[in-house]
């Protein structure tokens, strides 16, 4: 579980870091959505900036578009990829 919150957390300040968000790591919530009304506003190019991210720190292949919308919803929909990644990579 502490692991998790620690994913968590290094997702969001990869996110800061990245997408030069204008707001701090601790201020996006696990559930917040990322793209879309009532989100934190992410963009296309934001899009595309955090599928490099993700794949440079973590070695996450997001290869489609449909993919992208499934894993890219928000930080928890991340995390949860991320570990199912690792959890794939050590078998």
């Known amino acids: 579980m502490e692991d998790l919150i620690a994913l968590k957390q290094q997702i969001k300040a990869l996110m800061v870091e990245n997408l030069m968000l204008q ?31 993700l794949d440079k720190t973590f070695g996450l292949k997001i290869a489609t578009p449909a993919t992208a919308k499934v894993i890219l919803q928000s930080v928890n929909t991340i995390a949860a990829a991320v570990q199912e990644n690792a959890a794939g990579a050590a078998n």
């Open 23 to 53: 707001i701090t790591a601790d201020e996006i919530k696990d559930d917040q959505l990322l793209f879309g009304p009532g989100s934190l506003g992410l963009d296309s190019v934001d899009a595309l900036q955090l599928v490099v991210a």
